[in-house]
């Protein structure tokens, strides 16, 4: 199967404020199993106003059929796709006015591993990205080795001492990363928590997408 035959297809769900009159645009990428529907949900959940939301849906909601610490040839091609699918909704988002300075990239688990590692793999000044239960995609001991510099972009990364996907130290792994590429990391994990969110990360993202909103264009 070629990359744009896997999730080049399938609709981008939007909501919030209309795109042409935002002052700026949140990237959601859902996790394995779900649905853009359930992240546009937390979106209005985090109620700022003028930010349109724009929520891709994966094939078969799965962004990628293996675990995202298993060698990545093992994730292709969708993960490719999945990446190329990030790009396109970051192209629609700025041809309507607003610049990735002015869009947060936000996944919530293989949407965290998928939002972290285009940041990494794309690195620009974004408005901020968000991890939440989620790290850089790639095998224990891969290089991470990557070009360019993220300018100081705020990046949030959220999750539990006891993920039972995530491991601890691939989201301090990714945090150094990232930082190595100039982004501006703040990293939070959390006691007990497991595989899901909580109102302190909400209402940094909460924090983030305002003041993203109130930048002067």
Do not use: K
């Amino acid at each position: 199967m070629s990359t744009d035959a896997i999730h080049q297809g399938q609709p981008v769900h939007t909501g919030g404020a209309p795109l042409d009159d935002a002052q700026a645009g949140l990237v959601l990428l859902h996790g394995r199993g779900a649905s853009a529907q359930g992240m546009l949900q937390l979106a209005d959940d985090l109620d700022v106003p003028d930010v349109a939301h724009l929520a891709p849906q994966a094939r078969m909601r799965s962004w990628y059929p293996q675990s995202f610490m298993a060698p990545r040839d093992q994730n292709e091609p969708e993960l490719s796709s999945a990446l190329d699918t990030v790009g396109t909704v970051l192209n629609d988002v700025r041809e309507a006015g607003l610049g990735p300075a002015r869009t947060v990239l936000l996944g919530f688990s293989q949407g965290a591993c998928l939002a972290t590692t285009y940041a990494a793999q794309r690195p620009q000044r974004y408005g901020g990205v968000v991890g939440l239960s989620g790290g850089l995609i790639g095998p224990e001991g891969a290089p991470f080795d990557y070009d360019g510099s993220l300018d100081a972009t705020p990046v949030f990364l959220g999750c539990s001492d006891q993920d039972p996907y995530i491991p601890q130290e691939r989201v301090e792994e990714t945090a150094e990363v990232l930082r190595g590429l100039d982004a501006e990391v703040t990293t939070r994990i959390y006691e007990g928590l497991g595989h899901t969110t909580n109102d302190d990360e909400l209402q940094r993202v909460r924090s983030l997408l305002h003041d993203v909103a109130a930048t002067d264009s």
